[in-house]
């Protein structure tokens, strides 16, 4: 199958806040580092958008030819409760919490983790980086730039950000107030100095430890990103993706210590890319307020996980997202709508090996700009739909393009069913079959005039929690209440 993918790339890089054409530092390849979770709790939905993005980032590299090489880490040591050099280790506390091991702790929420991944249609990476695998070359790193760029305090060795120039340009920290996380740790020379190694405090003892030239103790989580970028990528590579939380001071302190390292104002990646906020309105997405938003709590609601990623998509990358439920449920209606009108062309065709079709071919066309232009998936859905509204165009070539576009919009379009969105909510002890029977007896009811009888089964069906919808045009007749 053919496609006409030509579009130059561009993207918007936050180094430059510019609009930029993708030029690989290796011809041919795509090299792309995404700042993965800290394994202590649950990702909620709102963590999730960025490993949304980042796959569909990898996606269009795919679909524009290029050799992928993905690296996600997964931070199970060194992240502080405070992204400055405050509090405690967040894998450290989660332990204590729970009075479990935090390799415990850590690979039950790396595992759910991957769940989410799954469930999403994330495609796996070329690896998935553990920090605790590269301690070893994180203190060899630390120690190739101590002399020149660091110094030591009783906490721990801290790096001097006035030895490497233009510290902060990629958080604009003078005109936008990038420093407002920072707390202050006594003895540090400038503010925005932070710890690379940190030292277990005198008289305790962390689980997760090791011995250092600096003393035992652990690695600041800066420093975890800038080692396993450089070993699994080398210097430079394309891109570094993550949320724009990690514009502030995350990945400003990472190109500091790649600046330091390879003795460059190089950044380690070419192409820093940031998606923006989910924004809950609520309140219910933080993990600090118990029942956070979790892809699993919307799957026990009977939403598909795929609705969410729909949901993501309709939205640029760059632009805040409002989370609501009436927003993801109009959502999981437009992939309901998509799915029952591919549906209705698997019926009858089979994927067409190639596309000779001119509107198809011009329409995938628009589908290559869009996504070329800065991954602009709310335009290239309206291309999908554009797609499959050609009702004079053969069955199998429509398949054979909307199987090219979903190849980026990563929606299982070609294999997802009907009846997979249909989720039967954990609170709701009725089943299908149940809920379809009377139905079937309320049509009945309704048929022979007997309104009494048909509105005693649509109560009892909403006392269960089933919201009947009378004329539904997708003809689906039921959903559950959230």
Not at 41 to 59: E, P, S
Not at 203 to 228: F, I, N, Y
Not at 326 to 349: E, H
Request: glycine share 8%.
């Amino acid at each position: 199958m053919t496609h006409p993918a030509t579009a130059p790339l561009m993207l918007f890089n936050s180094l430059t806040r510019s609009i930029e054409p993708f030029e690989p530092v290796h011809p041919g390849e795509a090299r792309v580092y995404t700042c993965g979770p800290t394994v202590y709790n649950y990702a909620h939905i709102g963590n999730m958008r960025a490993y949304v993005f980042a796959d569909t980032l990898g996606r269009v590299l795919s679909f524009k030819g290029y050799t992928l090489k993905h690296i996600i880490n997964i931070t199970d040591v060194g992240h502080l409760t405070d992204d400055g050099d405050a509090g405690e280790d967040k894998l450290e506390k989660a332990a204590a919490a729970q009075a479990q091991s935090i390799w415990d702790i850590a690979r039950h929420y790396t595992e759910a983790f991957w769940n989410d991944v799954k469930a999403l249609n994330i495609r796996q990476p070329a690896q998935w980086s553990v920090a605790t695998d590269y301690v070893p070359k994180m203190i060899e790193f630390a120690t190739s730039i101590a002399d020149k760029h660091c110094y030591e305090l009783p906490s721990g060795l801290y790096f001097d950000v006035s030895t490497v120039a233009d510290y902060g340009a990629l958080a604009r920290a003078a005109t936008e107030a990038g420093e407002g996380r920072i707390e202050t740790v006594e003895g540090k020379r400038n503010a925005q100095d932070f710890a690379i190694w940190r030292k277990t405090p005198e008289g305790e003892t962390r689980q997760m430890e090791w011995d250092s030239p600096w003393g035992k103790g652990a690695p600041g989580w800066h420093l975890e990103c800038s080692v396993m970028s450089e070993a699994l990528l080398g210097f430079p590579f394309d891109i570094h993706t993550g949320g724009i939380d990690h514009r502030e001071i995350h990945h400003p302190n990472e190109i500091a210590q790649n600046q330091a390292f390879a003795c460059s104002h190089g950044s380690g990646a070419r192409i820093w890319m940031h998606n923006n906020f989910l924004i809950d309105r609520t309140g219910k997405m933080s993990k600090s307020s118990g029942e956070f938003l979790r892809l699993p709590l919307l799957v026990s609601k009977g939403i598909h996980p795929l609705a969410y990623r729909l949901m993501c998509l309709q939205a640029h990358y760059r632009s805040e997202l409002e989370f609501s439920w009436d927003n993801l449920l109009a959502a999981l209606t437009r992939l309901k709508r998509l799915v029952m009108a591919v549906a209705a062309l698997r019926s009858g065709a089979e994927v067409a090996a190639k596309i000779e079709h001119p509107r198809l071919n011009q329409l995938l066309g628009d589908f290559a700009a869009a996504v070329s232009d800065d991954l602009n998936t709310s335009r290239a859905l309206t291309v999908l739909d554009e797609v499959l509204a050609q009702k004079k165009v053969d069955a199998g070539e429509r398949l054979g393009a909307i199987g090219l576009i979903d190849t980026v919009l990563g929606l299982d379009l070609l294999v997802l069913e009907r009846s997979a969105l249909r989720i039967p909510p954990a609170a709701i002890e009725i089943d299908e079959a149940r809920i379809e029977h009377m139905l079937k007896l309320r049509k009945e009811a309704r048929a022979d005039k007997n309104f009494a009888a048909s509105d005693a089964i649509r109560d009892e069906l909403t006392k269960a929690g089933i919201e009947v919808m009378d004329g539904d045009p997708l003809g689906w007749e039921w959903r559950i209440e959230i």
